[in-house]
């Protein structure tokens, strides 16, 4: 049986008889020029890329990545400008940062995972599954796309093996994002953002006194953590965990009622 990559094989059948036609007119109008054929044509394979995939050790990193996103919540109710917000802007930056906070966790406590093929769904439960759920609410499954791209952002930041405190103040520029929408306090985010980065650019001169190049380093890395979706942490470290539940309803418990 072959298990290898189809899809540039199926796009062959589809697309090589008429690309043959024209490149062979083509070459019959032009007899001096190198003929073409469509083989020569490069093509990429995403193939590998799309695949859906899910932990290989889900009880372990399970595990360990709860015991970091409690860190993370706890991180947050410890900060005393957070807590003086109203808590309308309270959500709306928890909705907006707890993802990347959560890497930023992962990252510090030198979190490793390894990945494997999911599962196919029988048709069973492709059905059942499709109808307790409303047509908008089809969760986003974790690709192998996804997965390099959150693996290549925590290698980035053990390459730069931050300290503690290089790590606190980074996670206060990031929860502090005057960017997000319909914030209140708009300002006073702004200021703290600018406080944090401040004290971080601070304690990087003293920690690196000889490293021109590291502020700008750890602020480009961190860059990184707006492309890797939430649905994809949720997805791939949570769903074993919380089956159908909603991750950001409990993070608003963890948050406001523990």
């Given amino acids: 049986m072959d298990n290898g990559c189809h899809c540039s094989a199926n796009s062959d059948r589809l697309l090589n008889p008429i690309l043959f036609n024209i490149l062979s007119q083509m070459d019959n109008s032009k007899p ?15 193939c590998e890329l799309r695949r859906t995939v899910c932990l290989k050790r889900p009880s372990e990193i399970c595990k360990e990545a709860s015991a970091v996103l409690v860190k993370t919540i ?3 109710k410890n900060l005393p400008a957070f807590n003086q917000m109203p808590p309308n802007d309270q959500f709306s930056l928890l909705k907006s940062c707890w993802a990347p906070l959560f890497i930023l966790g992962l990252a510090q406590e ?13 048709m069973l439960k492709k059905i ?19 997965v390099s791209k959150l693996k290549s952002c925590l290698k980035k930041f053990w390459s730069l093996d931050l300290s503690p405190k290089e790590y606190a103040y980074l996670k206060g520029t990031t929860i ?23 004290a ?26 707006q492309s890797i979706t939430p649905s994809l942490i949720s997805e791939l470290f949570f ?17 406001f009622y523990r």
């Fill in 32 to 46: 001096n020029q190198n003929s073409l054929s469509y083989s020569s044509v490069p093509h990429r394979c995403n």
């Fill in 74 to 76: 706890q991180f947050m």
């Fill in 110 to 122: 030198h979190v490793d995972f390894e990945v494997t093929d999911s599962p196919a769904d029988s």
């Fill in 128 to 146: 059942l599954l499709n109808r307790q759920e409303s047509p908008g609410m089809e969760r986003e499954q974790p690709t192998m796309a996804g």
């Fill in 176 to 198: 502090f994002n005057p960017d997000v929408p319909d914030l209140k306090t708009v300002l006073l985010v702004e200021g703290l953002q600018q406080e944090a980065q401040h």
């Fill in 200 to 225: 971080l650019s601070e304690l990087v001169q003293l920690l690196h006194p000889g490293d021109q190049e590291r502020f700008a380093q750890i602020l480009l890395t961190a860059s990184m953590l």
């Fill in 239 to 255: 769903r074993p965990v919380i089956g159908q539940a909603d991750l950001l309803e409990l993070l608003v418990d963890m948050l």
